[in-house]
C-alpha cells in the first residue's frame, strides 16, 4: 500500500531542524507505521519516524499532516515564530533552521539536515595543515639528501692529515684486517653501509627502500646502486634475450650477489630464483621506458 500524496511538517529533532516535504519521504521499511495511519486525525505526533531526505536517512517526527502545502508551509511559520518569541521571553528555546521540500523536482537541489561533525572550513584547515606538513617532509628528504652527499664531496677535497711516517711492517707479519659483513660500516661516525662483498651504499637510502618483500627490496636496492638510464642498457646474464635485441652488458655478479645477500639476511625464507626473476622484470621495465 503506497504512502498517501499529502504533506508534512517533519521535526528532525537531531539537527534542530524543520522541514516541509511529501509524506512519500517517509520510509516505512522495517517500521511498523502504516500508510493508513498517516493522516492527519489519527496521527501521534510523537512517532518517531525515519525520512529520506537527499540520500540518507534521518530521525524525525511528524508534526503537522495536510493535503495543502501551503496549510503545511503556514503551520511552520507559526512555530518558528513562537520559537522567535521564547527567545526574546529568555526561556532559552533554540531557534529551529528551516529547509522545504515542496515538490519532486526540486528534490535533488534541497540539502538534506547537516549532520553534527567536522565543518567544511575545519576539512579544509586540516587539508592544508597537511599538505603543508608533506611538503615539509618532502624538503627534509632533500635537504638528508643533499647532507649525504655534502659528506662525500668533502671527503673527497680534504687533504690528507698529516701523519708521522711509519716503517713498513715485516714481510712475515702482513697487515690484515677483518672483512666486513653486510650492514657493517667502516666508519660508526659514516653514513655509509656494507651490504655484502665490499658494496657500500648510503645507509639512509637503504632504510628508504621498501623492505615490506624480499623482491620490492632487492629492486629498490638497484635503484640506488644505479641511474634508471644506467638500469636501461643492463641485463641480468647479458645473454640476448631475442634476435632483434642487442646484447647488453649483465649486471656485475658481485653487485647481484650483495643485493641477494642483503635481501636473504632480511628474509631469510625468501628464494634467490624469485629476487633474479624481480630483478630481471626490474631492468625489462627500465628499457621499455626508455624506448619510448
Not at 47 to 65: C, F, H, M, N, S
Not at 229 to 239: C, F, N, P, V
Amino acid at each position: 500500500m503506497a504512502v498517501s500524496a499529502e504533506y508534512g511538517l517533519f521535526s528532525f529533532f537531531e539537527e534542530n531542524t524543520l522541514g516541509v516535504g511529501p509524506l512519500s519521504l517517509v520510509s516505512l521499511r522495517g517500521s511498523q507505521v502504516r500508510p493508513n495511519t498517516l493522516t492527519k486525525n489519527i496521527w501521534d505526533k510523537e512517532t518517531e519516524v525515519l525520512v529520506r531526505w537527499g540520500k540518507d536517512l534521518y530521525p524525525a517526527k511528524i508534526l503537522d499532516i495536510s493535503d495543502n502545502e501551503q496549510s503545511v508551509l503556514k503551520r511552520r511559520e507559526e512555530l518558528l515564530k513562537d520559537t522567535l518569541e521564547d527567545e526574546e521571553c529568555g526561556r532559552g528555546r533554540r531557534r529551529k533552521k528551516t529547509i522545504n521540500f515542496s515538490s519532486s523536482e526540486e528534490e535533488e537541489e534541497q540539502a538534506p539536515p547537516r549532520k553534527k561533525g567536522i565543518s567544511c572550513s575545519n576539512c579544509k584547515q586540516l587539508t592544508d595543515r597537511l599538505l603543508a606538513m608533506e611538503r615539509d617532509n618532502q624538503r627534509l628528504i632533500r635537504q638528508l639528501d643533499a647532507i649525504h652527499d655534502l659528506k662525500h664531496m668533502l671527503k673527497a677535497c680534504a687533504p690528507p692529515a698529516s701523519q708521522p711516517l711509519q716503517s713498513a711492517p715485516p714481510a712475515s707479519q702482513p697487515l690484515q684486517s677483518a672483512p666486513l659483513t653486510a650492514g657493517q660500516t667502516q666508519d660508526p661516525s659514516s653514513d655509509d653501509m656494507v651490504i655484502g662483498e665490499g658494496i657500500v651504499v648510503s645507509r639512509t637510502k637503504v632504510m628508504r627502500c621498501n623492505h615490506s618483500s624480499p623482491s620490492k627490496l632487492a629492486c629498490d636496492l638497484l635503484s640506488v646502486l644505479y641511474t634508471r638510464r644506467e638500469l636501461a642498457t643492463m641485463s641480468l646474464t647479458g645473454q640476448k634475450g631475442s634476435a632483434k635485441e642487442a646484447v647488453k652488458p649483465p649486471l656485475p655478479p658481485n653487485v647481484l650477489n650483495a643485493i641477494f645477500e642483503y635481501a636473504l639476511q632480511k628474509f631469510p625464507g625468501a628464494d634467490v630464483a624469485t629476487l633474479r626473476g624481480a630483478v630481471r622484470n626490474k631492468l625489462n621495465n627500465e628499457s621499455k621506458v626508455f624506448k619510448k
